[in-house]
């Protein structure tokens, strides 16, 4: 009996040759049609999936169907090739839990996958608790052996590339990182947008009100109708936008550990100008719509007027990417080798805000 299985999405990590170090590496899997748009839909509820992926390098005269030493260490036993996770199996399927990130519609972002740059994914599937091995996991000491560095590596520090990834991709302290859905709800909630944009070499961070326009997943800003930010945005209309939102200081008896309670967004897109009156009179109202949405126009205040349209440059911000990140921790780490900060200290931080 034979059959075909396609690949329903490929790996995009930078990752183009066997290592170890795996557990904090960051990668991507595009989807591939004719998968839809809906078949990341609800993943975000799941911490964990499980990544079943191909191993393309190996050559089909490399594949293993007896018996062999893992790894080709002689110091193993030779054992059969079902009864360890070497790439070289009959069919080079790999299988790995991964941590996942979030989500768009067409990716997935997930942490502790070890599959190289360019792999064809067959199949994602959700970790649940029922389907995790019941009562203790045994394994021989070769094995224990084997896997004692896999995940970690080595003392080196693994090198990524910034240059090359997407704006979003890294992220130094992942357990930080939130999905698509938070990442929504606090869009919705933010007040202030900080805006980078360029002129020349210049570069330029602005202040302003926004929505969160999601039915067309952008954010509409607006300024002058001439000016600096919009002879910016019609000659190097890509953007980062940032909105963020901040607790109490967080003291600790180590330097090292002090901090503060934070929510953060970034979004990275391009910027149009809307030209057409319906649309720029869509998004005025709805900036008006978001700050003051207990008055009504027509009825608390004269609605929007055609001499002030003009006036306005509107803009959308085509957001192509974004990254939520959200440490709001009690309290910052203290260390055991120096004495402890008094109480009244943290009572002091933890009453204020900024």
């Known amino acids: 009996m034979s059959f075909n299985i396609s690949p329903i999405g490929v790996v995009r990590n930078q990752d183009e040759s066997p290592d170890k170090n795996w557990s904090n590496r960051v990668s991507v899997i595009e989807l591939l049609d004719p998968l839809q748009d809906e078949a990341l839909s609800g993943l975000e509820d799941f911490s964990h999936a499980e990544v079943i992926f191909f191993f393309d390098r190996v050559e089909e005269r490399d594949i293993e169907t007896g018996a062999r030493h893992p790894r080709d260490n002689p110091e193993?036993?030779?054992?059969?090739?079902?009864?360890?996770?070497?790439?070289?199996?009959?069919?080079?399927?790999?299988?790995?839990?991964?941590?996942?990130?979030?989500?768009?519609?067409?990716?997935?972002?997930?942490?502790?996958?070890?599959?190289?740059?360019?792999?064809?994914?067959?199949?994602?599937?959700?970790?649940?608790?029922?389907?995790?091995?019941?009562?203790?996991?045994?394994?021989?000491?070769?094995?224990?052996?084997?896997?004692?560095?896999?995940?970690e590596g080595s003392s080196k520090q693994f090198s990524r590339d910034y240059q090359k990834a997407a704006p979003s991709e890294f992220q130094r302290l992942p357990e930080h990182q939130r999905d698509e859905a938070w990442i929504r709800k606090f869009l919705h909630n933010g007040q202030i947008a900080h805006v980078a944009h360029l002129s020349a070499d210049q570069p330029f961070v602005t202040p302003t009100n926004y929505w969160f326009d999601e039915e067309f997943h952008q954010l509409i800003i607006h300024s002058n109708r001439t000016g600096r930010i919009r002879s910016n945005l019609e000659n190097f209309p890509k953007v980062g936008v940032e909105v963020s939102e901040f607790g109490r200081l967080l003291p600790a008896n180590t330097a090292l550990e002090f901090g503060l309670q934070y929510r953060s967004v970034m979004v990275f897109g391009r910027t149009r100008i809307l030209e057409n009156d319906d649309e720029r009179r869509r998004g005025m109202n709805g900036l008006l719509a978001k700050y003051f949405p207990d008055l009504t126009p027509g009825r608390d205040y004269r609605p929007i007027t055609e001499k002030e349209l003009a006036r306005t440059s509107v803009y959308a911000v085509e957001i192509e990417s974004w990254s939520g990140k959200e440490n709001w921790a009690e309290q910052a780490t203290q260390l055991p080798d120096w004495q402890a900060l008094p109480e009244e200290v943290f009572k002091k931080y933890a009453a204020g805000r900024l």
Not at 89 to 112: C, D, K, Q
Not at 120 to 130: F, G, L, S, T
């Open 76 to 151: 193993y036993p030779r054992v059969g090739i079902l009864a360890q996770r070497g790439r070289n199996r009959p069919n080079r399927l790999g299988a790995t839990i991964v941590r996942i990130i979030g989500h768009t519609s067409r990716t997935v972002t997930v942490e502790g996958l070890d599959a190289l740059d360019g792999s064809p994914v067959i199949d994602i599937k959700p970790v649940m608790r029922e389907f995790l091995p019941r009562g203790e996991v045994r394994q021989p000491a070769w094995a224990s052996d084997l896997m004692k560095d896999y995940w």
